[in-house]
């Protein structure tokens, strides 16, 4: 029901910038909460950070204060701004979509797009 195609990733020096976008087909106000997540080799995927429909944010521990999502409704897009990159932030990057329904909810994955940081 929502196809989501990721960009923007890449090789950037530790503390270097990147951008990432989430391109989704369909309206994201109804989307209930769109997201990122990452997963690096050997370890479990973990939350980076999220946004409601309503524009409120979440992040994880470790992103906070370097990391920002932001959205562009026209555009269906949403954004991961990646500033003050550090090695630990290698990992394959997932775009995120939740749909809730009167009964259940629903998770809706991108293909993801690498990033990847050196020391």
């Known amino acids: 029901q929502v196809q989501l195609v990721e960009s923007g990733g890449g090789l950037v020096q530790d503390g270097g910038s990147l951008r990432l976008s989430c391109a989704a087909s369909?309206?994201?106000?109804?989307?209930?909460?769109m997201g990122w997540y990452r997963q690096a080799p050997g370890k479990q995927r973990e939350l980076v950070a999220t946004i409601t429909s309503g524009g409120n944010r979440n992040y994880g521990d470790s992103v906070k204060g370097r990391f920002t999502i932001s959205r562009d409704s026209a555009k269906n897009t949403v954004y991961l701004q990646m500033n003050g990159l550090k090695p630990e932030d290698t990992a394959v990057y997932y775009c995120?979509?939740?749909?809730?329904?009167?009964?259940?909810?629903?998770?809706?994955w991108g293909q993801g797009t690498q990033v990847t940081v050196s020391s």
């Open positions: 369909r309206s994201i106000f109804s989307i209930n909460a």
């Open positions: 995120n979509a939740l749909l809730a329904t009167l009964s259940d909810k629903v998770d809706y």
